[in-house]
């Protein structure tokens, strides 16, 4: 497994920007899948974007496409998710998470980080 721990999250007006930061331990990160996720109150978690080993493949949520941006950076073992334009249905708890593919499963999963977005 991966151990990774996210950072960067917090409390940001409509329009403005944040980027999370996912740094991984354990298992070869350059050869993991690497995904965000969320979960806001009462609803299921739901992928928000997804990227290959190589950084060569990047998936999103339709609902970000455009907004958020998701990089890593294999020499740091860290993946980032840019968040721009957030709007306050961005509200969630921000889960980084390892898999060996980006169509999953994810075996390996952050604690998660808080982004709150207010209108």
């Known amino acids: 497994q991966v151990h990774l721990l996210e950072s960067g999250g917090g ?15 354990g298992r070869t990160f350059t050869r993991s899948a690497m995904g965000w996720f969320r979960q806001a109150p009462g609803k299921e978690r739901e992928f928000v974007a997804t990227i290959s080993w190589t950084g060569g493949n990047t998936n999103y949520l339709d609902s970000v496409k455009g907004r958020f941006f998701i990089s890593r950076d294999n020499a740091k073992n860290t993946v980032y998710l840019q968040m721009n334009s957030l709007k306050p249905e961005d509200t969630a708890v921000y889960y980084c998470a390892a898999g060996l593919n980006v169509a999953g499963p994810y075996d390996s999963w952050g604690q998660g980080t808080q982004v709150t977005v207010s209108s």
């Open 11 to 25: 409390l940001v007006q409509a329009g403005g920007s944040l980027r999370l930061s996912c740094a991984a331990s």
